[in-house]
Structures are given as C-alpha cells and as structure tokens.
C-alpha cells in the first residue's frame, strides 16, 4: 500500500450520515483480520483484541449507515468463512441492528493452478445443503473469479479455465457472478463471450476508464467502483463514474485493502463504503443519498438480497 494522499473528491466522511449503503464486496473472513498480515488499522482501532476485530468492524459499519455486506469468498477456505459469518449473522450473532452479511464461493484469478474442483464443490454442497439465498441462506453468487495479468501469480491458460468453469456454475446455479478484472480485458471478454454473461453479473473495484465501462455496460454488466475513485491518479476510474449510469453501479471497499482517502495505507473496512460512496457522488454531482438508495437497490437486484 502506499502513502496517505487526499482525496480528489469525496474526502469527507459525509457519506456516513446517510442510511442505506451496501458494501458490496469485502473480505472480512480472512484471516488478515486478525491482524497477522496486510495494512495496519487506523490509530485506536489495533487494541482490539483479535476475537473481536470482526464484530468491532461491523458495529462501526452500522454505525455509519451501512446496512448489508457482501463477504466474498478467494478460494474454498475464505469461501467456507464468508459462508460461516454469513450464517453467524442469519441467527444474529452480531445483533438486531448489525449490518446482515452474505456470502460468495470462489477461486481468485491469483490462485488458479489450483484448480476448481474444491471450490466448486464447496459451492455445489452449499447449494445442495440450502444455503443458497433461493432456498432462505445467504449464499448469492459465485466469485470473485475472473483474470489478473498484471500480477499473473497464476498461469493465464489455468486463470481462463477457471474462470470459465465458475461462469459456467453461475449459470448452471442461477447464482450472480462477481468478476475480477485486471490488464486482461480482451481474454475476459473473449471468456464471457465463450460461456454467455450470466443475468446477475458485475464487475468488482472497476479499475478500467471509459472504454472498458461501457464495454461492460453494453453486455449487461453492473460496474462496482471502491476506494481507489478518491486516489489522485485515478483520473480514468472517475471518468468510468462519469459514464456510467447510476442505476447500473455498485460501490464496495473490498476490505481490508484499497482504503479511501483519508484513510489510505491503513486497513480497510466496511465503515468506509459510506466515503467511497460520498466520493461517487461528488464526481457525478448527486447528493450522497442519492447515491446510496441507487446502489443499495443495485446491489439488491444483483444479488437478490
């Protein structure tokens, strides 16, 4: 991660005072919660002991409007995690006024050469078991999956095959499917193109411009924008904002990581939606709850929530 900057737009914790926000997609299951590994938490927020790091996080996310999260899965053990919260907030763990968490199964780009077979086995079992969201759970899509050349940890020939059989389990499941996307466009769309996009799909932290938004908004693709649209060099980013409509975006923090202006360098976390929200709102010229009754009922249909 690097340095603190200020944000371009939306640098005020504004965002919170509205009611409504979806974090559409974070990692609060790993196990870099616990404070073991990734960016440091902001001053004040370390004491907490590692047993209630996830409870402390989410309390803060109620407290800043937040209503719903979506905890997505990387492979079968953080898949098997974000299940497990997901399941601790359906009996109401974290209290009646918590934010209700929802979960995904996937195998991430970077850990492709592993192959799919655990997780989709994970995610067939799950469904088979009832916790899908269609039969009362709180499982809602497949993902995130997808192709990453920028860092290429696995091979593109084994990251195309395994992002192709989880577009096939989205369609076969009649679950949503959330892609990540990196300095791969022409081989994902090639993918997409191969298998067909599934109804629900959206694009996680959009990290394309213009071009490669509307590209997704032409197939039918909802577009998910996180804390980078506050970072100063991401000027392409917030032309994509600019671009895209507002019934066809999501706004996520994918926490721990990517934390917004001000918070840059510093761990991620759901609380923080509500600024990358406040941010997209300035680019756009809305009011913040505009922005926020839009993507929550975004998020809403995409998932079924």
Not at 198 to 212: I, M, Q, S, W, Y
Not at 227 to 233: A, D
Not at 244 to 263: K, N, Q
Request: charged share 20%; aromatic share 6%.
């Amino acid at each position: 991660m690097a340095g603190r900057e200020p944000a371009v737009a939306g640098d005020a914790e504004g965002g919170g005072s509205v009611t409504g926000w979806v974090d559409s997609h974070c990692h609060l299951q790993d196990d870099y919660v616990t404070g073991d590994r990734g960016p440091k938490a902001d001053p004040g927020r370390e004491s907490v002991g590692p047993a209630t790091l996830v409870e402390a996080a989410i309390a803060r996310a109620a407290e800043c409007g937040v209503t719903e999260l979506v905890c997505v899965g990387t492979g079968p053990e953080t898949s098997e995690g974000a299940i497990a919260l997901a399941a601790d907030s359906l009996s109401g763990r974290f209290g009646v006024d918590a934010p209700r968490v929802w979960a995904t199964v996937g195998l991430h780009p970077h850990d492709a050469s592993r192959g799919t077979a655990a997780t989709l086995e994970l995610l067939e079992s799950s469904v088979a078991r009832g916790a899908a969201r269609a039969a009362g759970g709180r499982l809602v899509a497949v993902g995130e999956c997808g192709l990453d050349y920028h860092y290429d940890h696995s091979p593109r020939d084994a990251q195309r095959r395994a992002f192709a059989d989880q577009v096939a389990a989205a369609h076969r499941l009649g679950l949503a499917l959330v892609i990540h996307a990196r300095d791969a466009w022409r081989d994902l769309f090639d993918v997409l193109g191969a298998e067909g996009v599934p109804p629900r799909t959206v694009l996680h932290c959009f990290t394309g411009g213009a071009d490669e938004a509307r590209r997704c908004l032409d197939e039918g693709i909802y577009v998910s924008f996180s804390g980078i649209v506050t970072f100063k060099n991401a000027e392409g980013i917030r032309d994509a904002v600019r671009l895209c409509p507002l019934d066809r975006m999501l706004v996520e923090t994918d926490s721990p990581f990517l934390a917004p202006a001000p918070h840059r360098g510093h761990q991620n976390e759901p609380s923080y939606v509500a600024i990358v929200g406040a941010a997209v709102a300035t680019v756009k010229g809305l009011d913040a709850a505009d922005v926020a009754a839009a993507t929550t009922a975004n998020a809403r249909a995409l998932f079924g929530l």
